[in-house]
Nanobody, 124 residues
Framework: QVQLVESGGGLVQAGGSLRLSCAAS????????MGWFRQAPGKEREFVATINWVISSTYYADSVKGRFTISRDNAKNTVYLQMNSLKPDDTAVYYCAATPNSAVVLTPTEYDYWGQGTQVTVSS
């Protein structure tokens, strides 16, 4: 019922920036909570950031706080992850996810819908 498609990943040098986009389609997306997760090879998927779709309240993992910004454009049904001051440790596949739960949820298992992921590689 909900399809999520990420884009904007790529190669960037340490200290650089990227903006990831997640376009939602398939149904009305209002009242969903959106999240960004990332997964590096051999590691568990970890929480990055989340936003309430309606009121735009945000929450960030400590590892990205102050560097990443999650936002959304209701008219475009798109959520963004602006990533600044990128570090090599940020290298991962980044996934957009959605849950009907409006509360802050940080675990991947609580998200119902996932995009295909977009690769972010940060070189030192």
């Amino acid at each position: 019922q909900v399809q999520l498609v990420e884009s904007g990943g790529g190669l960037v040098q340490a200290g650089g920036s990227l903006r990831l986009s997640c376009a939602a389609s398939g149904r009305t997306f209002n009242r969903y909570r959106m999240g960004w997760f990332r997964q590096a090879p051999g590691k568990e998927r970890e929480f990055v950031a989340t936003i309430n779709w309606v009121i735009s309240s945000t929450y960030y993992a400590d590892s990205v706080k102050g560097r990443f910004t999650i936002s959304r454009d209701n008219a475009k049904n798109t959520v963004y992850l602006q990533m600044n001051s990128l570090k090599p440790d940020d290298t991962a596949v980044y996934y957009c996810a959605a849950t009907p739960n409006s509360a802050v949820v940080l675990t991947p298992t609580e998200y119902d819908y996932w995009g295909q992921g977009t690769q972010v590689t940060v070189s030192s």
